[in-house]
């Protein structure tokens, strides 16, 4: 609990930090809500408003057809409703990529710590294939699989596993210098010398104390993964429509920018807002994990309170 409450406490003195937990926590609560929060409108993603359109399939009106009855304006040729498909969409981006993330965390933490650990031939293998996926262009190979999956397999779940794979690389190399550093500690030659086996110093051992860096590793990573299902929804290989995304918005909304920017505007801010904030959240919170920061911090606490020519000043220094 003290722990706990020492990473909230520097969290909420760092502004970036806590804007993001914020930023964060808003639209995780429009994901959960997000039937109540269009029904304040009467909206939905998927109802066709024809009548908000002109001849052209452009939205009648400033900014993008908008008004007391669709917020955020309606979408060119089918007249749906703008906010309704952005606080939808915030379910797609953020599940992606926080599923994508656990797929390529848990992969990356199990290749990383068991070659770590084991080294020899199994590190040196392991090693090469972690080099060989980094050096990949991931988002072609992304691309083809997407497109050539069957119809009938879900897009979500595809996504989800598609980007998952190709994330885990990077979190086995992190995982991996840890484990290595940690590997002649005494702590662990002394399980080994007591006779405990190896999945013992695995996962009792070394998985906890390599644990910060992966939490902090995965919240820098949840961004990535939910830039990434937007790219692939932009470029048409994500969810198939009407079902609301971010990135197919966006893609869609490159067309008509000459017309009306303030179409692209709104999902685009969106995606770069949870974007923003995850990663100062998650710069936060590797401050608030690492040591040498909480040192730091201690010495510059005490030295302020131990100014000259206040009482008590002197028995400090002299202490």
Known sequence: MNGLGSVWGHIRRDPWALGGVIVVGVFVLAAIFAPLITAINGQDPYTYHLHALDGSGAP???GGGISWQHWFGVEPLTGRDLFAIVVYGSRLSLTVGVLATAVAVAIGVAVGLTAGYFGGWYDRIASRVVDVMLGFPSLIFMISLTAIAAAAFPRPVLMVLVIGFFGWPAVARVVRGQTLSLRQRT???ASEAMGAGDGHVLWRQLLPNVGATIIVYATILVPAMIGTEAA???LGVGVPPPT????????DAVAWFSTDPAYLAFPGGALFLVTLALNAFGDGLRDALDPRVNRRRGIRSKS???EPGKPGAHEEVTA
Not at 244 to 251: D, E, K, M, V
């Open 232 to 234: 692939l929804s932009f």
């Open 60 to 62: 009648k009106g400033f």
């Open 304 to 306: 302020t309170t131990a």
């Open 187 to 189: 702590f662990v030659v």
């Open 244 to 251: 609301p995304s971010w990135g197919r918005t966006i893609g």
